[in-house]
């Protein structure tokens, strides 16, 4: 059985929800699972917050180079939220995916639409909270925010979610422990589909498909 | 959170495989797990193996009865095997599906050719056997079948896995828990698609939607 492509080419998961929603947290225990997906990393305008690293959660870059980048059209999808500028160099996921590493995408709803139109074959999740209530909680609970932050967060994330039925699967993190399994079903099943089995399996296809009893 | 549809329609499972990949031992232990699933009882002209029982494995019908029911339209589909008839009541399976439940197809390729056509949001996974040589082995281990019946199935084993990239999802049955846990990861994924999501969470989406901060 040696598959003549045991890395078929890898899957992009372009992963969305509202502020609050627990996204980071669970994608960061996804990551911790599945040594095999890469995280992309953005590249944004938005200042860092504490304990944030250059090219380890964003590159930050300010805003005359982010557009310069724009207009050298090296970004899959970029999108202004909340004032900032977020992007997503194409080369990056590009080369991973090529090399038959899955690469995930933290973005929103703007941005999944871009990726989605350049992409197709991508797999969209998009997170829920269990209830407002605790959406607010969750959001209130980040001293690091203002509260006019949080009062524009709180306003956004509706627009985010009247977005969700766009993404092909939809979580709700109410426990975190099954929402963290659901996700890595997710991943788990979008690697058994027939085209990338196929390809992982195409010697033992042939072996099996050979004439002779 | 009263959802006011907490259980959505079904989904429709389709599994084939060649004889001797572990389909039913497979299935078995996935129902075991997932008593949400119900096992579509077909319609079969085929003796029963010593130990099954009229409606709990098949029912068990001769050929004349058998034809008239095709005559009848009963059948989502029907097909004939080892020179044996089967087939799905289209009632049986429609009526579990409303309820809410999922349903779960054991068929060859033939059969599940015609529930693609019928209905098209069905599920298909197909199971490999990791090798020719272990598949050889786990059809001549079968004690109940003669040598010629095992012939005939290695040899048909070939067209069955000529059909295995018309199915949605392709699971190698190597190590027995980590195809059970490909199968559980597709159900529970298949659970978590948007369409599905949306009218199991209607309520909460509309409260996270509502307007007021």
Redo the contacts between chains.
Sequence with gaps: ?NASHPNPQGTLFVVAA?SGAGKSTLVNALLEHEPAISLSISHTTRPPRPGEAYGEHYYFVDREAFEQEVADGIFLEHAEVHGNLYGTSRKTVQDLMEQGRDVLLEIDWQGAQQIRAAMPDCVGV?I?????VE?ERRLRGRASDSAEVI?RR??N??EE??H?????????NDRFEDAL??L???V???R????L??GR?EA??E?????G?
Tied chains: 1, 2.
């Excluded at 829920?128 to 407002?132: A, N």
């Excluded at 969700?164 to 709700?172: G, R």
């Design positions: 059985m509202p998009f829920l909270p269990p209830s407002r959406l009062e709180l306003r994330s509706r979610i009247a969700a039925h766009e993404f092909d699967y939809i979580i709700v399994d659901d890595q079903a997710i788990r099943a979008v058994l589909r027939a085209p089995q196929r399996h033992l296809i072996e099996l498909l050979a004439p009893v």
